[in-house]
Structure formats: C-alpha cells, structure tokens
C-alpha cells in the first residue's frame, strides 16, 4: 500500500487499467469461445467428442466466466483506489452501451452478409440461364447446319438441283 501511496496517481491508475484491461481481455476470449462453442451446436458435429462432454465443457466455460466477472467486480468495487470513483457502475454502464453498439454493428454485417450472398446466388443463376440460352442457341444453328448439310448431301437435292447458280447453299 506504501508503494502506491508514493507513486504517481497517473501511474497508479495507468497499472490498474491495465491489470483489469489484461482480465477483461482474457473474459473476452474466453466468452468468444463458448459463443463459438454454441454457434457449433447448430451445426452437424462430425468430432469424436460425445455430447455429454460438449454440454460439460460448455458449463465449465460458462462457471469460468460467471466467476472471472465476479472477481473482476469485486476488483473493481473493493480494491480500486477511492478517486476512481463508482468504476464498477462506471464500466458497467459503458460495457453495456458497448454490448448494444456491437449488436447494431452485428446486425448491420449480417444484413450485409445477406445481401451480398443472394447478390451472389441472382448472379449465378443469372449465368446459368444466360449459358442455357447460348446453349439453344448453339443447338439451334448447329441443328440448321446439319440439316443444311444433309440436305446439300442428299441424292434427293443433287438430282433436281445439281446446276443452277443458287443451289451453292453450303458449297
């Protein structure tokens, strides 16, 4: 206690910001990975982990949190020097405005997301069916030139047609 009453306050404070903002940081990863955890779920698992063991690993996540919060809180409220004030209440107020801000920004990419991926989806239908009608199309001719050249063939068309200056269809 003697170290940081002749320390500068500055300095002090700086130390405290940045030891919670070290247990804030590790709160964090570990809340990102039971989210990840949990977006898992709605997928096919294919990993050799049963479920029971999934379920286990999710609640001892979660009890990591609630308690890392917990500790976190008390930090804030118990051992933090009087100047800072309510900085429980002071984070907890920020935290949450960063919580909504965030879900804002959430909703705004996935929307985001969304629109690019069925602008994707209409653009490749779009040349599906331009390759479907370059295809009847190529069909079409190369039926009519097939034609053409089965009836320039034919004894049928040599034996009316044989001389004059138009019957050069397919020369």
């Not at 804030?24 to 570990?30: C, H, K």
């Not at 930090?75 to 900085?87: F, H, N, Q, S």
């Not at 960063?98 to 994707?120: G, P």
């Not at 295809?135 to 034996?159: E, H, K, N, P």
Request: charged share 30%; with cysteine.
């Amino acid at each position: 206690m003697q170290e940081i009453a002749k320390a500068d306050p500055n300095d002090v404070f700086l130390q405290i910001g940045n030891d919670l903002g070290a247990l804030m940081d590790a709160y964090d990863d570990i809340g990102k990975a039971f989210l990840a955890q949990e977006a898992e779920a709605t997928q096919v698992y294919t990993g050799k982990d049963s479920i029971g063991k999934r379920a286990l690993n999710r609640v001892i996540i979660r009890a990591r949190l609630d308690a890392m919060l917990v500790e976190l809180r008390e930090t804030m409220v118990y051992k933090a020097p009087p100047e800072l004030g309510d900085l429980w209440g002071k984070y907890e107020k920020m935290w949450r405005q960063i919580v909504v801000e965030q879900d804002e920004a959430h909703k705004r990419e996935t929307a985001k997301m969304q629109i690019e991926a069925a602008q994707r989806r209409r653009i490749a239908r779009k040349r599906k069916e331009d390759a479907v009608w370059v295809g009847a199309i190529l069909f079409v001719v190369m039926w009519y030139v097939g034609v053409m050249v089965m009836l320039r063939m034919s004894q049928t068309y040599r034996g009316h047609y044989s001389s004059p200056w138009w019957s050069c269809v397919l020369c």
